[in-house]
């Protein structure tokens, strides 16, 4: 596979791979990994994806990273697929070359980011159309500027939401709202992304890394062995009944207990049962 990130030298990766579509920047334990198209406002290309999947790779054994920010450079996060790199250009291929073009684009927009070991925050700083809700929604958490834009476009142009979009949008939209945006193609904004469960919180734009930032922090205070198991816990059990769950998150517990090199547990009751230094209910126990 074409490795785009020689092409260019990048400005901003921190020594990571990428350059070209994506900038990467580490800050104290947040890697801010920025969309970098804004000239055709973050459109997501095959050498886009084929970036985000090297960066993604090297994020996850990169110590200097503990939560993720998905953002976007300029005035979009994302304004969907790229309809030339990605559509026209793959319209006169076969299925199988067509698939192959795919397969990058699958890897990080929902493969990677819905399993990923390190918490992800995704950050709609602008423009969030078609394609650009599936890295959105498999972010674990999301925070938009109020007026960011988002819309299920692909009716305005003459195809469904497809990609994985349509399933996306069913595992956090009810059905209503769903069908509503995905016939009308309607635009709504970040406060209204709020209601419809596509992101946690919405801000004005002068506040929105200062809470995205917040909320990272937050995350990092955690006992990160315990964050990852918390994550994948909860969306395994998503698709199980109430006794496969039950059975899993028992055995899941037991794991987290028996892999978490910090023994968060036996802290955790110690500075609460016996030092009553803490109360779980207020806030973290004391790590060191
Ligand atoms: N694919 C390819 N190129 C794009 C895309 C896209 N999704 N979005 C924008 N661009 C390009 C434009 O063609 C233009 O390129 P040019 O300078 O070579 O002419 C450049 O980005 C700037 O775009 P403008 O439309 O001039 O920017 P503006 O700020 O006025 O509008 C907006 C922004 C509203 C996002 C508009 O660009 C737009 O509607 N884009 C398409 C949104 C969309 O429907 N995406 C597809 C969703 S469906 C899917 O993802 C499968």
């Given amino acids: 596979m074409e490795n785009v ?38 459109a997501m290309s095959v050498g886009l994806a084929e970036e985000m999947n090297q960066i993604f790779d090297a994020l996850e054994i990169d110590d200097r990273c503990g939560v993720i920010v998905l953002t976007g450079v300029g005035t979009a996060f994302s304004a969907g697929m790229d309809l ?6 793959t319209d006169g291929l076969s299925d199988v070359e067509r698939q192959r073009a795919y397969r990058s684009t699958r890897a990080w927009q929902w493969r990677t980011l819905m399993n ?7 950050m709609v700083n602008g423009w969030c159309f078609g394609g650009a809700f599936t890295p959105l929604i498999c972010c674990d958490l999301a925070i938009a500027d109020q007026d ?7 009716i305005n142009w003459g195809i469904i939401p497809a990609g994985v979009v349509s399933k996306a949008i069913s595992t956090v939209m009810g059905d209503r709202q769903a069908l509503y945006y995905v016939m009308t193609g309607e635009q709504f904004n970040g406060t209204k992304a709020v209601e419809l469960g596509l992101v946690n919180e919405a801000v004005p ?64 009751l110690q500075q609460f049962l016996d030092e009553k230094s803490f109360r779980p209910g207020l806030g973290n126990y004391a790590r060191e």
């Fill in 84 to 89: 030339k790199d990605f559509f026209r250009a």
């Fill in 5 to 42: 990130a020689q092409d260019a030298p990048a400005p901003h990766t921190a020594g990571l791979p990428g350059g070209k579509n994506v900038a990467v920047e580490l800050d104290d334990g947040i890697a801010w990994v920025r969309l970098n198209r804004p000239e055709k406002r973050n």
């Fill in 148 to 154: 960011a834009v988002f819309g299920l476009s692909e």
């Fill in 205 to 268: 734009a002068d506040r929105l890394e200062q809470r995205t930032t917040q909320l990272a922090r937050n995350l990092l205070g955690k006992n990160p062995t315990v964050l990852r198991q918390a994550r994948a816990a909860y969306k395994y059990v998503r698709e199980m009944n109430w006794e496969q769950a039950a059975e899993y998150l028992t055995a899941k517990a037991d794991q987290t207990h028996f892999i978490d090199p910090e023994k968060g547990r036996a802290k955790g």
């Fill in 116 to 122: 990923y070991p390190k918490p992800t925050i995704a």
